[in-house]
Each structure stands twice: as C-alpha cells, then as structure tokens.
C-alpha cells in the first residue's frame, strides 16, 4: 500500500476533523521550510490474510496525510519473516528517511534492521519487540504493548473470576515475543507455563477444529484466551457449536469486529486493546518531528494494554476494525 498527500480517504466524521487539523499543522511544516519530501516506509510481518493489521494501515495512512508526508505499508504476503527480511533489505535499498518496524524475531530481523540504522536511516520499532531489543540494535524507540505484561494483567482478572485453567491459542506461533502473553497470564494465574499454548496454524477452519478437539478432550479447561481475531474469530464458532458460548471463560488479545460483537453479547469477557493504529500513527508524528524539528520523546511509548468490555465499548464498537 502507497500513500501519497493526494490520495483520498473513506469519509467519516472523525476522520475529516482530524485530517482538518492536520492539514493546518502541515501547512505550517511546509511554510517553515523544514524537511519537505519526507518518505517513511513501515514494514510489518503481518500476511495479507490477518484483518488486525487495517488499523495498522489507517494509522499511516492518516499520519502521512495530516503531516504531509509520504508513507509506504509494505508486508511479506504469507508473513514469512525471511520473506520479511528481504523486503527490509529493499526498503533500506531506497533510502527513505525512515523506518519503522515490527521486530517479530530478533534472530531474523535484528540483521537487517541494523544495516538499515548503519547506513543512517532512523529506525522506530512498534508492535513486536522489546525496549531492550530496541536498545541493542539502536533504534529510536519503541511504540506498543508490553506484552508479558498484558498477558500477567489478563491472568490476574481472570484468576479473580475464578479462572485455574486455560489453553491458548496461538496462530502466529513464528511471532516469538508474543508466548510472552501466554506466560505472563500462566504466571498471574499461577499455573506451569508448559502446555498452556496451541500453535492453531491461521487456516480458520483448522483453528476451529484443533479449539473444539482440544476443548472436547479436556472439558475442565476454565478459560481460552486468543492471540487475536484470527484465531478469536473462528474460537467463537466453536464454543457456539459445542455448545460452550457464555459458559466457558473467553478473552481475546486485541480487537475486531466479531470481538466486539462477542464482548456485547457475552460470549467474550473482555479484550485486550494494545490500540494498533497509534502503533502505526505516532511512529510518523515522531519521525517528522523528529526530522523537521530535532525533537523526540525521551521513552519509549506503551500504547497497551487497555481492557474492553460490554459496559465500555464506546467508540470502540463505532470504530471496531478501522481504528479500533
């Protein structure tokens, strides 16, 4: 996906206020004569099929439209991370002014992305990684959500409702950083680690089978949690036909949809918002600033976890699958 200032925009009345005031900001950008002709490509390991990642592209795209910039979403199609890394290669290979990233295995992608931040262009990380990583490779910062973090704050309110077991189901099992979230809610509820996570594939039918063969071969399982609305979405078919919905503990990471919907009606207890399109927008704010003005914030941003649930949906459920 390629933005470029002329492009035009669904409407909606969020959106055409927001873009009103950054058309003006942008105004000023330009007229102080700093940094025109600003490019930042944002490459993700997200495949074509994941939903999640729209939010993703609505962040840059809006980002690069307020700030009158130039924002490339580039992504390898079946989210192979070697896939991924040469498209980082590329990127670097066209010399933007920067980059942001998702660092979805640091054994594959760390190379790569230092070979970007050596030949000067300036890096920002958002969605996978840690603070630490980010460190180590010498990017600017990192934007998201700490993810052992979310996953122990998930298990303390689910071991307050009672909850003992669960399985998670895991559909980007290559995603390393994203085990954390299973391991932080094992350790909040205070069970073994080991066990507790289903790598479900992301064929949404396979998922669907693999939760009702796992559910019907362990029926004491307390609780399910998802990674997102790849494998949340077809775990709501599942429970529905064994019977399970609103009697088995359900609470997804991250928001769509069918989440939404399932929150309103029930059958989900709460989701996980780690809000994925400021994960994609302020990395651009950050880097033009940064460019144009020499300013950046002196931390790293954690843009998660947030929980959502019936009682507060809010703008959440106007905007589910678009912003939210």
């Known amino acids: 996906m390629r933005i470029k200032e002329d492009d035009d925009f669904p409407e909606n009345p969020l959106f055409a206020a927001i873009v009103s005031c950054g058309a003006v900001f942008g105004s000023y950008a330009i007229a102080d004569g700093h940094g025109e002709d600003l490019k930042y490509i944002l490459v993700s390991h997200a495949p074509d099929s994941d939903s999640w990642w729209n939010t993703v592209k609505n962040g840059i795209a809006l980002a690069g439209y307020q700030l009158d910039v130039e924002v490339e979403y580039r992504n390898p199609p079946t989210g192979d991370l070697a896939d991924m890394a040469r498209i980082n290669d590329q990127a670097a290979a066209s010399n933007p002014d920067g980059i942001i990233n998702t660092l979805a295995d640091f054994d594959v992608l760390s190379g790569p992305i230092k070979s970007a931040i050596d030949q000067g262009i300036d890096v920002v990380i958002m ?21 052992y973090d979310a996953g122990f704050a998930a298990g303390q309110r689910a071991k307050s409702d009672g909850v003992e077991s669960f399985i998670y189901v895991n559909h980007a099992i290559a995603v390393k950083v994203v085990a954390d979230r299973c391991r932080g809610f094992a350790d909040a509820l205070g069970v073994e680690f080991a066990g507790t996570m289903m790598d479900s594939g992301s064929d949404p039918a396979e998922i669907k089978n693999r939760v009702m063969a796992y559910l019907t071969a362990n029926p004491d399982t307390d609780a399910v949690l998802t990674l997102g609305p790849v494998s949340a979405d077809p775990t709501i078919l599942a429970l529905d036909e064994l019977g399970l919905t609103g009697e088995i503990y359900f609470g997804p990471f991250d928001l769509g949809t069918e989440i939404v919907k399932a929150i309103k009606s029930g059958t989900i207890a709460w989701g996980i918002d780690q809000q994925s399109f400021l994960q994609a927008y302020l990395p651009v704010v950050f880097l033009a600033n940064y460019d ?20 507060a949906l809010g703008k959440v459920e106007e905007f589910a699958g678009e912003y939210r």
Not at 127 to 147: W, Y
Not at 293 to 311: E, R
């Open 127 to 147: 969605n996978s990684g840690t603070p630490e990583q980010v460190r180590e490779i010498g990017a600017l910062m990192f934007i998201g959500q700490p993810e």
């Open 292 to 311: 144009r003005y020499g300013v950046l914030p002196g931390n790293n941003i954690n843009s998660g976890p947030g929980f959502v649930t019936a009682d």
